[in-house]
């Protein structure tokens, strides 16, 4: 009997869009080595494994090279496919125990909710190799908990970005996020998400980079505006915006779910093959 794996287009209105993530409910525990396995063969940025617990569900995340301590679309995706599979009642709260702690998402409306981590970064010097790598000059280099951040001179310098991912790939971090202000006053800022060294060259949108980008654009707003909300971000899809810096934590909302038609979140569902199913 397989195992049934749903796919997931986070942070889009529209199927084959966004971020897609694979979600794995899983009946009973399978060791690290299976769900390596299974990541590898869907072969998408992140493939989540939920596993009910008494007060939530234990929740990991794979690339198809390695396990990481935080994923966004991921975690989105998951609390989508158990609300939508009736693991947990419309109005109830998902609770999940991860590598990085107690994590939550919540249905407001067509939006879902994350309370997750702020993990801002500190001023540092660049590694060997990583601009060179990237390409770029940095005005400012951090480093949070799992990721480099480089702030570049304009958005322009984001979009024409072509970095050596190979020479990347040396870094030793989870990630690379380059960022700067937007040339558009509609928003604050943009930003790339690069991280080889775990499988992936490039991710499309990625949640859990807001956790270091949010309380830095909070602080840059701050200081130039005395703003505190940090305006919808131009490297989500139509329907996202941008996270709220608060204390220890960093909300992030997106929307999600519509009236049942074309609005509303892709899904699609695929079996695993018997043959992976050996742990």
Same mark, same amino acid.
């Given at each position: 009997?397989? +195992?049934?794996?749903?796919?997931? &287009?986070? *942070?889009?209105?529209?199927?084959?869009?966004?971020?897609?993530?694979?979600?794995?409910?899983?009946?009973?525990?399978?060791?690290? /080595?299976?769900?390596?396995?299974?990541?590898? =063969?869907?072969?998408?940025? =992140?493939?989540?494994?939920?596993?009910?617990?008494?007060?939530? *569900?234990?929740?990991?995340?794979?690339?198809?090279?390695?396990?990481?301590?935080?994923?966004?679309?991921?975690?989105?995706?998951?609390?989508? +496919?158990?609300?939508?599979? #009736? @693991?947990?009642?419309?109005?109830?709260?998902?609770?999940?125990?991860?590598?990085?702690?107690?994590?939550? %998402?919540?249905?407001?409306?067509?939006?879902?909710?994350?309370?997750?981590? %702020?993990?801002?970064?500190?001023?540092?010097?660049?590694?060997?190799?990583?601009?060179?790598?990237?390409?770029?000059?940095?005005? @400012? +280099?951090?480093?949070?908990?799992?990721?480099?951040?480089?702030?570049? &001179?304009?958005?322009?310098?984001?979009?024409?970005?072509?970095? &050596?991912?190979? %020479?990347?790939?040396?870094? /030793?971090?989870?990630?690379?996020?380059?960022?700067?202000?937007?040339?558009?006053?509609? @928003?604050? $800022?943009?930003?790339? $998400?690069?991280?080889?060294?775990?499988?992936?060259?490039?991710?499309?949108?990625?949640?859990?980079?807001?956790?270091?980008?949010?309380?830095?654009?909070?602080?840059?707003? =701050?200081?130039?505006?005395?703003?505190?909300?940090?305006?919808?971000?131009?490297?989500?899809?139509?329907?996202?915006?941008?996270?709220?810096?608060?204390?220890?934590?960093?909300?992030?909302?997106?929307?999600?779910?519509?009236?049942?038609?074309?609005?509303?979140? #892709?899904?699609?569902?695929?079996?695993?093959?018997?043959?992976?199913?050996?742990?």
């Amino acid at each position: 009997m397989g +195992v049934p794996i749903t796919v997931v &287009d986070a *942070f889009t209105d529209q199927a084959f869009r966004g971020n897609p993530a694979a979600v794995c409910v899983l009946v009973e525990a399978q060791s690290p /080595q299976w769900m390596q396995d299974v990541a590898q =063969e869907m072969n998408l940025s =992140e493939t989540a494994f939920l596993q009910r617990q008494a007060d939530g *569900f234990q929740l990991r995340w794979f690339t198809p090279a390695v396990e990481v301590d935080l994923c966004g679309h991921a975690t989105l995706a998951s609390a989508h +496919v158990l609300w939508e599979t #009736g @693991y947990l009642k419309p109005g109830q709260p998902a609770r999940f125990h991860t590598r990085s702690g107690l994590l939550s %998402a919540e249905r407001k409306d067509r939006w879902i909710e994350l309370d997750f981590p %702020a993990q801002p970064a500190e001023p540092t010097s660049p590694p060997n190799g990583l601009l060179s790598a990237l390409g770029v000059t940095a005005r @400012y +280099v951090g480093k949070s908990r799992s990721d480099y951040l480089i702030e570049v &001179d304009g958005e322009e310098t984001v979009r024409q970005m072509r970095p &050596d991912f190979r %020479a990347l790939a040396q870094t /030793q971090t989870r990630g690379v996020i380059v960022t700067s202000r937007a040339a558009s006053p509609a @928003y604050d $800022f943009v930003s790339r $998400f690069f991280a080889p060294a775990a499988g992936i060259d490039e991710d499309p949108v990625t949640g859990s980079a807001h956790c270091c980008l949010g309380p830095l654009s909070r602080s840059v707003l =701050e200081n130039a505006f005395g703003q505190r909300r940090i305006r919808r971000l131009p490297g989500l899809p139509a329907g996202g915006t941008g996270p709220r810096s608060s204390g220890g934590t960093t909300s992030l909302s997106w929307w999600t779910s519509g009236d049942g038609t074309a609005r509303r979140t #892709g899904l699609k569902q695929a079996n695993l093959k018997p043959s992976c199913m050996s742990s």
